[in-house]
């Protein structure tokens, strides 16, 4: 018996299947890849932007205590 054999029909079509499933596999993988990067870049966004938003409430509260005026009342003027 060699060591070569040939495949049948059902097994090359069967190895091509298995060959198209891994090629979907590892772009799947890729996409999957590039969406969790960004993912991370709009959670980093986002967390700037909250810490920009913090500041800008501290900002407001601090003129408002400077002013001396409560907000319901700043917001009606």
């Not at 959670?43 to 909250?50: A, P, R």
Request: proline residues 1%.
């Amino acid at each position: 018996m060699s060591k070569h054999r040939e495949l049948s029909a059902k097994d090359l079509a069967f190895e091509k299947e298995r060959g198209d499933f891994r090629r979907r596999i590892k772009e799947l993988q890729f996409t999957n890849e590039l969406r969790s990067e960004y993912v991370e870049t709009l959670e980093l966004c986002i967390s700037n932007l909250e810490c920009e938003n913090q500041k800008l409430e501290d900002w407001n509260r601090r003129l408002l205590e400077f002013i001396d005026m409560e907000p319901d009342v700043f917001k009606s003027l």
